[in-house]
């Protein structure tokens, strides 16, 4: 991840630790996909309840780098300053 964006010049790491509460939102999206996984799960294999462990970790697995990245850039979000680009 770069320190500073390339065009506008924010700044990606305002203070040590700050993506620790990313950990969070990390978390939360886990918990929204095993919800809905469950469900779809359950919905086209009713029989097979034990299944649902041995499939969502290796979907887990796969998915990590994409939540890792959505987590930090979700959490960065939601403290970055709004800029106005003036145009003439």
């Excluded at 359950?42 to 990590?64: A, C, G, R």
Aim: charged share 10%.
């Amino acid at each position: 991840m770069y320190k500073h964006c390339p065009h506008c010049n924010e700044n990606f790491v305002p203070e040590p630790g700050f993506y620790q509460g990313a950990l969070y939102m990390s978390y939360a999206y886990y918990v929204a996909f095993m919800v809905v996984y469950f469900l779809i799960f359950t919905f086209f294999f009713s029989d097979y309840y034990n299944y649902f462990l041995i499939s969502i970790i290796p979907i887990f697995l796969v998915l990590t780098p994409y939540i890792y990245r959505l987590a930090r850039r979700s959490w960065f979000t939601i403290f970055m300053k709004k800029k106005t680009v003036v145009t003439e």
